[in-house]
């Protein structure tokens, strides 16, 4: 099962093979265009990412952790002089073990899927969704192999 977001459309689906079990509207981060590059930045990243955490009572209500950044984000991070070597090797690491990488670095972490409302873009980075849609994804988290972010 993978999750779909078409941060252009705003849109979510959650698909099964060639089914669309879940399609619902989306708010972003407050500068939504592009991918996110550091910390503060606003943007929602743009990639593939699984599902590294998850909070059944988050600040925003229900929550999905994803795994941002990425290897090929952490290697960015490391030409751009962001991150030094042992960050990009943590984040590596990570995504070996499917684990969360690390989130306290200059490239910034902490994009979840949540709740939230999805009329705007409101977030740091994050996906919002409405509540009752997130109440739908959030009973089928574990199934969930990959979250495809798309400009």
Same mark, same amino acid.
């Given at each position: ?35 996110k ?5 606003g943007? &929602?990243? *743009?990639g &593939?990412?699984?599902?590294? #955490?998850? /909070? *059944?009572?988050?600040?925003?209500? /229900?929550?999905?952790? #994803?795994s ?6 952490a *290697?960015?991070?490391?030409?751009a ?11 590596c ?5 499917? &684990? ?9 972490g ?12 409101? &977030?740091?980075?994050?996906?919002? +969704?409405e509540?009752?849609?997130?109440a739908? +994804?959030?009973?089928r ?8 972010i798309?400009?």
């Amino acid at each position: 099962m993978e999750v779909w977001i078409q941060k252009a459309r705003r849109m979510l689906e959650l698909r099964q093979a060639d089914r669309v079990l879940l399609r619902c509207p989306v708010g972003l981060g407050r500068e939504p265009a592009g991918p996110k590059e550091r910390e503060g930045d606003g943007r &929602t990243p *743009e990639g &593939t990412y699984y599902i590294c #955490l998850v /909070k *059944e009572a988050g600040k925003y209500g /229900k929550s999905l952790g #994803l795994s941002y950044p990425s290897p090929e984000e952490a *290697e960015r991070g490391l030409a751009a002089g962001l991150i030094d070597e042992a960050a990009r090797d943590a984040v590596c690491r990570a995504w070996e073990s499917r &684990t969360r990488p690390p989130w306290g670095t200059a490239l910034g972490g902490e994009i979840y899927l949540h709740e939230g409302g999805a009329s705007s873009d409101w &977030t740091q980075g994050c996906i919002a +969704l409405e509540a009752a849609d997130m109440a739908r +994804l959030f009973e089928r988290w574990q199934e969930i192999d990959t979250v495809h972010i798309l400009p």
